[in-house]
C-alpha cells in the first residue's frame, strides 16, 4: 500500500499532506496533555511493535504480498490520535530509512496507512462502547474488525489518491485493491487480535476503558465516568 514517488500529482500529495499534518497534530497535542509513566513506555512499545511487525511480509493470493498495518493496535492501546501519531513516526522512519513509499508522497502514504486506519478503528470501538457490553469477547471481535476495516479504509484512500492524480481509473484500481486487502485485512485481523488477547491475558489495564475485572460492571470502571478511558480520555 506504500505508494511510492511519481505517482500522485502535487495537488493529491499536497492535499494529503496536509490531511496527514493535522491529524498528527492533533496526536502532539493529545501527547502532550495525556503523557504519563505509565503511557510513555506504551507509546514507545507500541511504535516498535508496529515498525517491527510491518517488516515481516505474507503471500497473498496472485503472487502479492502483504504486510501488518499495526493502526488498530494502536489505536486500541492510545486511542485513535496517538495512534495516527505512533503511525506516522514509523512511515516517516520506513520512508527515509528504507524507501518503503516515496518521500514526495509521504503525506499520502501517513494519510491512508495511518489517520484513515486509525479513525476507522476508532470510530468502531466508539459505537461499539455505546452499544455493547465491555466484555472479553466483544473486545476481540470488534479489534478484530476495527482491524480489518483499517486496511480496507486505507487501500480505498490509496486508490482514490492515485485515480483523483490520474495514475489509473478509479474503476480499475478500486476493486483491485479492495479486492487483495480483503484478504490482507483478515491476516490483519488474525494478528490484532491475537495480540490483544494476550495482552487482555496478562496486562488488561492496557486495554483502557474495555479492561473489565471480574465481578466489575461491564458498563463502567472503578473511578471512571461513564465512556473514559484511563490510557486516552473520553471516548
Known amino acids: 500500500m506504500h505508494i511510492p514517488d511519481g505517482f500522485l500529482s502535487p495537488e493529491v500529495a499536497a492535499g494529503t499532506a496536509v490531511a496527514a499534518a493535522g491529524a498528527v497534530s492533533i496526536g502532539l497535542r493529545r501527547a502532550g496533555t495525556q503523557l504519563d509513566d505509565r503511557v510513555v513506555p506504551l507509546l514507545g512499545v507500541t511504535g516498535a511493535f508496529v515498525f517491527a511487525a510491518q517488516m515481516l511480509n505474507f503471500p497473498v493470493a496472485g503472487g502479492t504480498s502483504g504486510h501488518f498495518l499495526g493502526a488498530a493496535l494502536a489505536t486500541v492501546l492510545l486511542g485513535p490520535w496517538l495512534a495516527c501519531l505512533v503511525l506516522a513516526v514509523v512511515l516517516v522512519i520506513q520512508g527515509f530509512a528504507f524507501a518503503d513509499g516515496g518521500i514526495s508522497a509521504l503525506g499520502a502514504n501517513v494519510f491512508c496507512m495511518g489517520v484513515c486506519g486509525a479513525l476507522a478503528t476508532g470510530g468502531a470501538m466508539t459505537l461499539a462502547r455505546r452499544v ?84 466489575q460492571s461491564p458498563s463502567r470502571a472503578p473511578g471512571m465516568q461513564r465512556g473514559q478511558s484511563p490510557l486516552h480520555g473520553r471516548a
Request: glycine share 16%; proline share 5%; charged share 5%.
Open 132 to 215: 455493547l457490553p465491555r466484555r472479553r469477547g466483544v473486545l476481540l471481535g470488534v479489534a478484530g474488525a476495527g482491524a480489518w476495516l483499517a486496511v480496507m479504509a486505507g487501500a480505498a484512500a490509496t486508490a482514490g489518491a492515485l485515480a483523483l492524480s490520474g495514475t489509473v481509473p478509479l474503476g480499475t484500481v478500486l476493486p483491485a485493491m479492495l479486492g487483495v486487502h480483503a484478504v490482507i485485512g483478515i491476516g490483519e485481523a488474525v494478528i490484532t487480535v491475537a495480540a490483544v488477547s494476550a495482552l487482555m491475558a496478562t496486562r488488561p489495564d492496557l486495554i483502557g476503558a474495555w479492561a473489565v475485572q471480574q465481578g
